[in-house]
């Protein structure tokens, strides 16, 4: 069964609405890669995971733009049945955010990539192949207990023009809140 995009597939182009009042209106796959890649991240508004990682998912944000390369967040949950992931609550969030923060509110984009979680975390090449999917690390409620850092790592070996060690990981956090 299918999961979706994985390392080594191409990554289909999207354009969202943008939550950040800093970026444009609307982003697009190809406003944010770069010439080296990007980081797209699914996320959300509520998922604990998200709220608790929002530091170090702004660190790696941080980490991507120093590096010369793009970083969005997507959030494609269902707004209706979780109203904490609307497009109002997204723009008061997205003025804490230094990344565009995109909303997915027909769930398309989630779809066309396989997305299962929130954070789940997508690295792409300049070329939009995909070189590592899923986790940040291995303790995503404790980063002190953290014991792997599997983008970081996957950054680095994209930086090095080298294939990561480990390409995919699963996901730790909140399911893709789908629409009924």
């Given at each position: 069964m299918s999961r979706g995009l994985e390392p080594g597939d191409a990554a289909p182009p999207f354009?969202?609405?943008?939550?950040?009042?800093?970026?444009?209106?609307?982003?697009?796959?190809?406003?944010?890669?770069?010439?080296?890649?990007?980081?797209?991240?699914?996320?959300?508004?509520?998922?604990?995971?998200?709220?608790?990682?929002?530091?170090?998912i702004e660190c790696i944000a941080s980490r991507a733009r120093e590096e010369g390369m793009g970083f969005a967040g997507i959030n494609s949950n269902d707004p209706d049945n979780y109203p904490t992931d609307n497009w109002e609550h997204m723009l008061k969030r997205?003025?804490?955010m230094s990344y565009a923060y995109l909303h997915d509110a027909t769930q398309e984009v989630a779809h066309a990539w396989g997305a299962?979680?929130?954070?789940?975390?997508?690295?792409?090449?300049?070329?939009?192949?995909?070189?590592?999917?899923?986790r940040l690390d291995d303790s995503p409620r404790d980063p002190?207990?953290?014991?792997?850092?599997?983008?970081?790592?996957?950054?680095?070996?994209?930086?090095?023009?080298e294939s990561p060690d480990i390409a995919r990981t699963d996901s730790i956090g909140c399911s893709v809140k789908w629409k009924v």
């Open positions: 354009e969202l609405p943008n939550a950040n009042s800093d970026g444009p209106d609307q982003c697009s796959l190809s406003n944010i890669i770069t010439d080296i890649g990007c980081v797209i991240v699914f996320t959300c508004n509520h998922c604990p995971y998200v709220i608790g990682n929002e530091s170090r997205g003025e804490t299962e979680r929130t954070p789940e975390f997508y690295l792409l090449d300049s070329n939009g192949i995909i070189t590592y999917r899923g002190s207990l953290a014991t792997t850092s599997e983008l970081s790592d996957a950054i680095d070996a994209l930086l090095a023009d």
